[in-house]
């Protein structure tokens, strides 16, 4: 107990270092191709997620009053620290044509307040022929505006930017609160802080609703509170743990690992209830609390070794996998799981070998009626109607692969937030006015120096982007092409109809002045390197969801790639975080595939070594893989889509509903050997004294998964509902279906001399070791004080 509370310190004085991850999420490993090419472009160019977007469609924005609001918004966010730039109606510039100087100049169009209207539509109008801006800046059909705001590399990755996102809401707010006009919000530096800080929130929430639903549980089962607080404890001792371990392995707390907590709430509440239960079983059949502890953990303290490993398997195979976020969850979680049994088995005996005996209250729960009347009329279904339970079973199976077949491997970059928040109906806006506000981006490398103003390659990247923005889902594309087209039109003392690619002879002239260019902004080095070798076409798209996505890059933009510049040197690489999270996800689904099988073939043969037994693994695993099959056919029905949040439910719960069959099992066995090898007896027996805590842990497992249903993120609420639903079917197949294949496929033929390791579990008849040791010194025979007490002996061991 000391070295429990000195580890708990110890893990505590870590936890306190415990932080979020304000990263995006690597799903690609970082040696693939894709990402090294990402890499390299973010080192080249700069971040490709870090615009912030305020989006505005409402024509009052257009009056010289709230258009000078709108500069004083603009003017606002441009002063807090962590913000680069921000490009908005009231600042664009544009170029001007300086003849002395042979050289384009920005000025500013909007100079100061203009205090008349018809001053101020001139200048609107002036700002409405800069091609350069429509389509990026403006909406020329309906007058829907944006306010970008570039946000610092370094505070994009870190706590700062939560601080930063609220700074800009709360100028938001002031403009709106002074005009009336509503504002949108998107992009991904404003969609991970919503994110990170939901997480945040939702980690505390449901790890006090875990705990409140599993003691509520926990005290209507046993209806003692040392039945309810001394648990609760354990739990409370591995959640400092988890927290202690995130630190130390210097992992951050992301929407996956800060599901950990609630889910060792959750896992580690049935350990006590086994122990409790074996516990209380134990005094009520001697009276003795000594006697009962040392039976709890010896009987049953290797099974639940074996139940938390094969839970922990579940996690431990995602640490297999090479995605970062899968890797930290399973090794942060199974580490745990097996924490969890460790404190369980020391701290719950320990505390009740100090407590009193248990009293007639405590032991209530032994006798519960409505439990008993439940397990018997699943016992005579069992012995009765074995025929009904296989068809059923048959039948939902067959059911359930028609629905598998219809499951679709969809995600969304903005999957996890509810169709009706805030941010997914700011996103629309975007998308129905801007095509939308993701991020994807396009390299060019000309292997050549001042390759990209060749009039030839201009003239290629111009067909490319003309076909680009002719499609619905891509915004209007941003490079090199788009500045040499805005140098044209300034030249031409800024007539929008000149806004176009110079030819030869305007070359030679307008040339010139792009050379004596002097970029005090950087905005044009965002778009070339420093040789004008390579170069970048940026654009942003709509989350249109990842097969469709798929489809875009692969079947629309690749081929018009191949075919624009086919015949050149020109080397095009699609890139940026779009494209990236694309592939994370097919990594994903694909990795958790693999960590299924790997649980599975793990747990298999734990299984073997459990039982020594071909048919009895088999006879295991079974009842455990069809609640697997439903939950894919209610998946394919329902039209739940695959995705990494759903794709992780499997090897989790089948690494947890394992967990029955063993206990079933183990008491099976034991009970075959107690009963003279006679099938039907040792079933019956395994169904009434096991069933009750199978049914107990089951109810808890149910109740703690289901709080996830009240999340804010989508991913969240499937696992929630999909778990606990997976969780109720296979408490059924175990105590239904395993039952009813051993009636029909075990013989109950056992050797006596071979005891594989699961009959250390609780054995339920006599052991050699378990006998008390008798001083024959302190035994008298009345009435005849002289007899030999080697006689004594005799009569005794007879």
Not at 704 to 714: L, M
């Amino acid at each position: 107990m000391l070295l429990l509370v000195a580890i708990t310190a110890f893990m505590g004085y870590h936890a306190r270092n415990a932080e979020m991850s304000y990263d995006f999420a690597k799903t690609v490993p970082s040696d693939d191709p894709d990402m090294v090419v990402f890499q390299q472009f973010k080192q080249q160019f700069g971040e490709d997620g870090n615009l912030v977007a305020l989006g505005i469609k409402d024509s009052s924005v257009y009056t010289p009053e709230n258009f000078e609001k709108l500069r004083e918004l603009s003017v606002r966010i441009a002063a807090l620290d962590g913000v680069n730039d921000v490009l908005s109606l009231p600042l664009v510039q544009r170029l001007e044509k300086d003849t002395a100087e042979k050289k384009f100049v920005l000025t500013e169009i909007f100079q100061g307040p203009v205090e008349s209207e018809a001053a101020f539509d001139s200048l609107l109008q002036v700002a409405f022929n800069q091609k350069f801006y429509s389509g990026r800046l403006i909406n020329e059909n309906n007058g829907a505006t944006l306010v970008l705001v570039s946000i610092n590399r370094e505070v994009v990755n870190s706590p700062k930017r939560l601080e930063l996102t609220q700074k800009i809401v709360d100028a938001g707010e002031i403009f709106e609160s002074d005009t009336d006009i509503q504002l949108h919000y998107a992009g991904l530096p404003f969609v991970r802080s919503v994110v990170a800080g939901k997480v945040r929130n939702e980690m505390q929430i449901f790890l006090f609703l875990s705990i409140a639903v599993t003691a509520l549980i926990l005290f209507l089962f046993f209806r003692t509170w040392d039945a309810v607080v001394f648990p609760i404890t354990v739990i409370a001792v591995v959640v400092v743990w988890v927290l202690g371990s995130l630190a130390l392995f210097d992992y951050k707390i992301t929407l996956l690992t800060g599901l950990i907590p609630p889910v060792i709430v959750v896992i580690g509440i049935p350990n006590a209830v086994y122990l409790l239960n074996k516990y209380h079983q134990e005094f009520e059949k001697h009276g003795n609390k000594i006697m009962a502890v040392s039976r709890v953990v010896r009987k049953i303290g290797l099974v639940t070794l074996i139940t938390n490993f094969t839970t922990a398997i579940g996690f431990l195979v995602l640490a297999s996998t090479d995605i970062v976020i899968l890797k930290e969850f399973g090794i942060v979680a199974g580490l745990n799981i097996m924490a969890t049994f460790l404190v369980s088995i020391i701290l719950i005996p320990a505390v009740f070998s100090w407590l009193p005996p248990p009293g007639g209250k405590q032991l209530k729960h032994l006798k519960f009626k409505s439990l008993d009347f439940a397990l018997t009329k699943m016992d005579l279904l069992i012995h009765r109607h074995r025929s009904y339970i296989y068809a059923v079973t048959a039948l939902l199976v067959v059911v359930s692969i028609f629905g598998t077949l219809k499951i679709q491997a969809i995600s969304y970059m903005v999957d996890d937030l509810p169709a009706d928040s805030e941010i997914k109906r700011d996103l629309a806006f975007f998308e129905e006015n801007f095509s939308g506000i993701m991020p994807l981006e396009i390299v060019v490398d000309t292997h050549e120096r001042r390759g990209v103003i060749d009039v030839r390659t201009l003239r290629k990247i111009d067909e490319f982007e003309t076909f680009l923005e002719s499609n619905r889902d891509i915004s209007k594309p941003v490079s090199i092409v788009s500045f040499v087209k805005a140098s044209k039109q300034a030249f031409y003392n800024n007539n929008p109809a000149r806004y176009s690619l110079p030819d030869r002879r305007e070359s030679n002239f307008i040339l010139p002045y792009m050379k004596g260019q002097n970029d005090s902004t950087g905005l044009f080095n965002s778009f070339v390197d420093s040789t004008l070798q390579k170069m970048r076409i940026s654009m942003q798209v709509a989350d249109i969801g990842s097969h469709k996505m798929d489809s875009l890059i692969n079947e629309v933009i690749q081929p018009e790639v191949d075919s624009v510049f086919a015949g050149t040197d020109l080397t095009v690489n699609i890139t940026g975080t779009s494209p990236l999270f694309i592939k994370g996800n097919k990594f994903l689904i694909k990795n958790l595939r693999m960590s299924l099988i790997l649980a599975f073939i793990l747990i298999s043969i734990i299984m073997g070594f459990l039982f020594v037994n071909v048919r009895m693994i088999l006879i295991s695993i079974i009842p455990n893989i069809v609640p697997l099959v439903i939950t894919a056919g209610i998946m394919g029905f329902a039209g739940i889509p695959l995705k990494p949040s759903t794709a992780l439910i499997f090897s989790i719960v089948f690494g947890i509903s394992v967990d029955d069959s063993i206990h079933f099992l183990a008491k099976y066995r034991q009970e075959l050997f107690a009963n003279k090898f006679f099938v039907p007896v040792a079933v019956s027996k395994s169904v009434r004294e096991t069933g009750a805590s199978m049914m107990y842990t089951s109810i808890i497992l149910f109740a703690g998964f289901v709080i996830f249903a009240g999340s804010s993120f989508g991913g969240t609420v499937a696992l929630g509902i999909l778990t606990s639903v997976t969780l109720l079917i296979a408490m059924f197949t175990n105590l239904i279906l395993l039952p009813s294949l051993l009636m029909t496929f075990d013989d109950g033929k056992r050797r006596k001399d071979s005891h594989p390791l699961i009959e250390q579990y609780d054995d339920g008849f006599y052991q050699e070791d378990e006998d008390e040791e008798i001083d024959l010194d302190l035994i008298r025979v009345e009435g005849d004080d002289t007899r030999d007490k080697s006689d004594v002996s005799d009569r005794i061991n007879s």
